[in-house]
Nanobody, 115 residues
Framework: QVQLVESGGGFVQAGGSLRLSCAAS?????????????VGWYRQAPGKQRELVAN??????NYADFVKGRFVISRDTAKNTVYLQMNSLKPEDTAVYYC?????WGQGTQVTVSS
């Protein structure tokens, strides 16, 4: 099973940017699957359900309406890492952000956006 580690969260003012990273590790086979399978970024704010932010398949990317035009998901297959570039951040983007692949989840990284 692949292990996922998120990083890059932090505290930022509204309008600012952050780049989250989701690095995969584990045995060779799960890492190969990670490079070609769907990887998703989700977020969960206090008192709310976890929701999909964006995902990337081997061929396409998909975004939730509330981040379209502001967030960009990308994959670096050589580094087994998927990124989430977050621009024009809003206070409502405050949440713990998680990445997911094949049923495996990372521990999450906190993003806090002040107004």
């Amino acid at each position: 099973q692949v292990q996922l580690v998120e990083s890059g969260g932090g505290f930022v003012q509204a309008g600012g940017s952050l780049r989250l990273s989701c690095a995969a590790s584990g045995t060779l086979f799960p890492s190969r699957i990670f490079r070609i399978s769907t990887v998703g970024w989700y977020r969960q704010a206090p008192g709310k359900q976890r929701e999909l932010v964006a995902n990337t398949t081997g061929e396409s990317t998909n975004y939730a309406d509330f981040v379209k035009g502001r967030f960009v998901i990308s994959r670096d297959t050589a580094k087994n890492t998927v990124y989430l570039q977050m621009n024009s951040l809003k206070p409502e983007d405050t949440a713990v952000y998680y990445c997911e692949n094949g049923g495996s989840w990372g521990q999450g990284t906190q993003v806090t956006v002040s107004s």
